[in-house]
Structure formats: structure tokens, C-alpha cells
């Protein structure tokens, strides 16, 4: 049997925005627990080398996630890691339940949800072994990296194409893999595709193995024809994926507006359709998804808890919920 733990914030997810609204929920003295199923830092944990984030010229995502868990904790935000959510659902009297698979029930009037998202992977050796050491699924994030290199695109919708297209900003070389033989991207950008003299488009094709060199750097993929079950090699320092990404949005208990691609659309106090429930970071409907993103929208939806609970302690209504885009 679990326990129950009462709060004035539950914050789902301490990575970067998760982190930052629990800085800004525990800075304005609000009884605040942040839960993680893992360790504090979600992606930073799986970045190698940050260079975009204000203030930082190169920082280490370890490094980062770290310097992040200890600001929250000064301001007196409660981590508890190793936390894995099953649930968050809102109960009769308005008060959310965050249920964990320990079956603990965090209760609070004010939930934000940092949950993030997964990138798809291809599941094949060696995508794992050499994730963040030549395997990326951010193009924003670790293009830099690659300048003058060659290096290879798996995919064929809108993302994959242009993250390729953005990619030869740096490579000298990108080879765009596709399991078919035609882009399910959108005209105009599979035109600038075909367009860019520095892609080459491998069709019917599938990634079989990532294989590295001695540094432990990917050198090389086993690529298969899907018709013919032919395989070759094909040198390159860098695979970048993208066949998809899927928001974490599966323990928010109840229907809540979403945009097509099943991420959460809120106001712009980052509330979701539900009221009283935030949202940060990769969970959320919009443009780009990056560390700088993640922590403005946590620094929006904290400060937007914080205003939301003065308005139900002085029993006046609170802020409307989003309703743009509800599906």
C-alpha cells in the first residue's frame, strides 16, 4: 500500500524544464515535489556537448543537468528520483492525483508536466552503443559537430528531410536513407532536397548495423536493399534519426486539446485544456524543441502555477484553460 503526499506543485519530469519550474515553484515558497523515473536531467544525460546554451561557449550535458539539480534543490524543490508516473488525473474536488507504479499518490492542486518526448529509434546494434558518439536524433543540437564531415540521414517525412537539408550547413556530404522509394515530405521541401547538390538520396533502403571505430566514433553502416536483401558498407562519421518522435503525453488521465501529432497545445501561460494542469518543454505543442526552449516554458507554467493557486486560495476564478486547437 502507497502513501499519500500532499503539495502545493507536482512537477512530472526533471529534465531541463522540469528542473527550471522546480526552481521557479520552490523560489516562490510553494510546497513543490519534482518526480523522475530515472536520474535528474532527462536528454542532457544522453548529450554529449552543449554549445547553444546562453552563457555556456561548451558545457557537458552531464555537467549542465547537474549544475541544474543543484540550483533547484537550493530553492527547496523536493527531487524524487526513481520515481516512475503511471498517472496524473483530476479528481472530483479539482485536486490532481500523480500516481506512481509504487502506487504513492502525490496530491496538489497544481500540476506541471515535463514528461518530454522519445525519439523512435531503429533498433538495430550498435544505435545504442553509440548514441551521442556519432548517433544524434537533434540536427539543431549536433550538426556543429559534424562540419566538413560526411554523414548519413535515416527517414522520409518532413522531419528527415529538412534536418537534411539544415545538415549541409555543416557536412560536406549527406546521404538520406529511406526504406522507400519516394519522401512522404511535403513537396516544397522534398524539392530543396533534390535540389541540394550535397544530398544523396539511398531509396529501398534500411540501416542494418551502426558500427565505430577504435575511439569508439561511428566510421561505418551496413545499409540492406529491402528488394534484392543486398548489403554494403557506407563510411560515415555521423547517423542522424529521425522516423519519428512520440510525446510522453499517455499518463495525463483524461482527454485534454492536442495538436495533430498528439502534442499538448496550451495557452500562453502554458496551461493545457485541463485546468490547473501545465505543460513544459518537448510535451508541448510548438516550434522547436531545445534546452533554452524547455526552461522559458517551465519559467512560464511555474510562475503561472504560482498565480493560478493565489487565485483559488482567494476564491476567485482562476485563469481560463486553452482551447485553441482541441481535438
Not at 32 to 58: C, K, M, S
Not at 73 to 96: I, S
Not at 284 to 303: E, F, W
Request: aromatic share 8%; proline share 3%.
Amino acid at each position: 500500500m502507497g502513501q499519500t503526499h500532499d503539495y502545493d506543485v507536482v512537477i512530472v519530469g526533471a529534465g531541463p524544464a522540469g528542473l527550471t519550474a522546480g526552481l521557479y515553484a520552490g523560489r516562490a515558497m510553494l510546497r513543490t515535489a519534482v518526480l523522475e523515473r530515472g536520474a535528474a536531467g532527462g536528454e542532457l544525460l544522453n548529450t554529449e556537448l552543449i554549445e547553444d546554451y546562453p552563457g555556456f561557449e561548451r558545457i557537458e550535458g552531464w555537467e549542465l543537468a547537474q549544475r541544474l539539480e543543484e540550483h533547484t534543490r537550493k530553492f527547496g524543490a523536493e527531487l524524487a528520483l526513481g520515481v516512475t508516473v503511471d498517472r496524473v488525473h483530476r479528481a472530483a474536488d479539482g485536486t490532481f492525483e500523480t500516481t506512481t507504479d509504487a502506487g504513492d499518490v502525490y496530491r496538489s492542486p497544481a500540476v506541471i508536466v515535463t514528461a518530454g518526448g522519445t525519439p523512435v529509434k531503429l533498433g538495430v546494434p550498435g544505435e545504442a552503443e553509440y548514441a551521442g558518439k556519432g548517433v544524434s536524433y537533434c540536427a539543431i543540437c549536433d550538426g556543429a559537430f559534424f562540419k566538413g564531415h560526411t554523414i548519413a540521414v535515416v527517414g522520409g517525412g518532413d522531419a528527415a528531410a529538412e534536418e537534411s537539408d539544415f545538415l549541409t550547413r555543416y557536412a560536406e556530404k549527406v546521404y538520406l536513407i529511406h526504406r522507400r522509394h519516394e519522401l512522404r515530405a511535403s513537396k516544397i521541401i522534398q524539392q530543396r532536397v533534390f535540389e541540394n547538390p550535397k544530398i544523396e538520396i539511398i531509396w529501398d533502403t534500411v540501416v542494418e548495423i551502426v558500427e565505430g571505430d577504435t575511439h569508439g566514433l561511428v566510421d561505418n553502416l551496413v545499409l540492406r536493399n529491402v528488394h534484392t536483401n543486398e548489403t554494403r558498407d557506407l563510411a560515415v562519421t555521423g547517423l542522424f534519426v529521425f522516423v519519428g518522435f512520440r510525446p510522453n503525453t499517455g499518463i495525463i488521465g483524461e482527454h485534454f486539446a492536442h495538436d495533430a501529432s498528439g502534442y499538448v497545445v496550451t495557452d500562453g501561460n502554458m496551461q493545457s485544456s485541463i485546468p490547473g494542469l501545465f505543460v513544459a518543454g518537448d510535451l508541448r505543442s510548438q516550434l522547436t524543441r531545445q534546452v533554452t526552449t524547455a526552461a522559458g516554458d517551465a519559467t512560464t507554467a511555474a510562475i503561472a502555477a504560482e498565480t493560478y493557486l493565489a487565485a483559488l486560495r482567494d476564491g476567485g476564478a482562476a485563469a481560463p484553460a486553452a482551447a485553441v486547437g482541441a481535438r
